[in-house]
């Protein structure tokens, strides 16, 4: 089946403890990215990567990394977590940056507290 | 700057029909897209209008006006589990995807 994987769903951590929210697609897609989703806002992207090797900011990266080392996976990484990064997470991918629709993860519940 | 503007929240009735509005300043334009989110899940795909006019997939219908910065996604017919939110979300000239805040469709019997 067609998907994109996120794990963990929901995760709740300390203030400054590292932690990492996994994101796998099986669809060969190179175009994936990480949103974030607080209620009343629209969705806010992170980063994103167009390829292998390629990633860039979105509109809000402030206090995460990214890697791809791999075309099917895209790690989120958040090296010291803070509360106003309590949120949910979406991990999407497409078959490329244009025109494409995006294939959305099932999400990550992130509590910091 | 950059802006996409829905209403937050609309209600219709089991078996109508609704227009979600969706109007847009981007810099640039390279297609518009409508997702659906249920409350808790994650978005998908509705429709995406890149040209003028309407295009219609079953009991959603989705249409655009590049001259107004307008679209807006009718639905028919409508069912309960048609209650969700709907995205609306511009690319841009950098075929970055800017997203409005949603509008929450309730849907009652």
């Known amino acids: 089946e067609a998907q994109v994987t996120q794990n963990p769903r929901y995760l709740i951590t300390v203030t400054g403890k590292k932690l990492t929210v996994t994101c796998s697609q099986n669809m060969n897609h190179e175009y994936m990215s990480w949103y974030r989703q607080e209620p009343g806002l629209g969705l806010r992207n992170i980063y994103y990567s167009m390829n292998v090797e390629v990633t860039d900011k979105g509109d809000v990266p402030e206090g995460y990394k990214v890697s791809r080392k791999e075309k099917r996976n895209f790690p989120l990484i958040l090296e010291s977590p803070s509360p106003n990064q309590t949120s949910l997470y979406f991990c999407a991918s497409s078959l490329s940056e244009v025109s494409s629709p995006l294939h959305f993860g099932n999400g990550t519940r992130l509590t910091v507290t | 700057g950059q802006n996409i503007d829905q209403p937050t929240e609309m209600t219709a009735t089991e078996g109508a029909i609704v227009q979600i509005n969706c109007t847009y300043q981007t810099s640039g334009f390279n297609g518009l897209f409508w997702y659906q989110q249920h409350a808790g899940e994650a978005p998908t795909f509705l429709s995406y209008n890149v040209l003028d006019g309407l295009e219609e997939k079953g009991r959603f219908s989705s249409f655009l006006s590049r001259s107004k910065g307008y679209s807006y996604l009718l639905l028919k017919e409508l069912q309960m589990k048609d209650s969700a939110s709907y995205l609306c979300?511009?690319?841009?000239?950098?075929?970055?995807?800017?997203w409005g805040a949603g509008t929450k469709l309730i849907i009652k019997p």
């Open positions: 979300a511009v690319m841009d000239s950098n075929y970055q995807l800017i």
